[in-house]
């Protein structure tokens, strides 16, 4: 699984993006090829990306990109993608398991994993089949705003609980990363309402955000966080289940609250997230 909390999109149209985006603090960089590129700049975008993407890995970031979605282009993407030090592609507006394993095997000879965004009601609807993919598919993510787009309806909190539970769950049941937020990621301004947004992202499984504005890293890099007061009590959960099986116990009481396995696993995973971020 992709253990990332924040994902930055960087317009590789662009250089002066390129250029200060491993300042920005995010997990990883996600090269943008697509939706950030007008179309007479994709294919001086996709030369540019192998020594982007050096550059960037030189200092150390985490380097990902995403492709276009359009066959004419698509092709030629991940060509490049191939042969650039990405960690992973995000393939754009997937619609079945088929695509995913096609652009697998476009990648070759390149390790790089693929996060298949789905981003239309079909796709929601087959998001169980599609993080089945196996191979090289290491999350799904949730396009909102193309999803409001193809259900004709305006950009609605209500109207996204439910397919981005769907998404969410589709891809942990397979141990997979699952970044996204259950409304569009527009929102620049005001950062306390993007955290709470966040939270409750992150309520619903989801594992971390991609983030069109550096000004959203650090809200999403603090909510997928454990915060010290997590921390302490994952420790403490642990430590006494540890305790209680040495004494024959499987479930005991702690804080007022009942301890077994599926909690200890909880906070297990909770430790988990702090070695990774």
């Known amino acids: 699984m992709l253990t990332l909390r924040s994902a930055l999109f960087v317009p590789l149209a662009d250089e002066r993006f390129i250029a200060r985006a491993h300042e920005r603090g995010a997990d990883a960089l996600l090269l943008d090829l697509e939706d950030s590129v007008p179309p007479a700049y994709k294919r001086e975008a996709r030369a540019r990306l192998p020594d982007a993407a050096r550059r960037l890995a030189a200092l150390g970031a985490t380097v990902m990109v995403r492709v276009n979605a359009a066959p004419d282009l ?18 754009p ?15 070759a000879p390149s390790a790089a994993r693929l996060v298949a965004m789905l981003e239309s009601p079909g796709a929601v609807l087959a998001a169980v ?30 109207a996204l609980d439910w397919p981005a539970q769907l998404l969410a769950a589709a891809a942990r049941a397979r141990g997979l990363a699952a970044f996204g937020v259950p409304v569009p990621l527009t929102e620049i301004a005001d950062m306390e309402a993007f955290s709470r947004l966040l939270e409750k992202a992150r309520a619903m499984g989801f594992t971390g955000c991609t983030c069109i504005h550096p000004r959203q890293v650090a809200a999403a890099n603090r909510v997928y966080s454990p915060t010290a007061d997590e921390i302490a009590l994952a420790k403490e959960i642990i430590a006494a289940f540890d305790a209680a099986l040495r004494e024959g116990r499987g479930a005991f009481a702690l804080h007022g609250r009942m301890i077994d396995a599926p909690v200890v696993d909880q906070a297990r995973a909770t430790l988990a997230r702090v070695r990774a971020s």
């Open 74 to 91: 698509a092709a030629d993407d991940l060509d490049a993608a191939a042969h650039s030090p990405v960690a992973a592609v995000f393939l």
């Open 93 to 107: 507006k997937v619609e079945s398991a088929a695509q995913v394993r096609a652009a697998g095997k476009q990648l």
């Open 129 to 158: 089949d599609i993080a089945k993919a196996g191979g090289r598919l290491a999350g799904l993510a949730f396009g909102s705003e193309d999803y409001c787009g193809a259900l004709g309806i305006a950009s609605g909190k209500a």
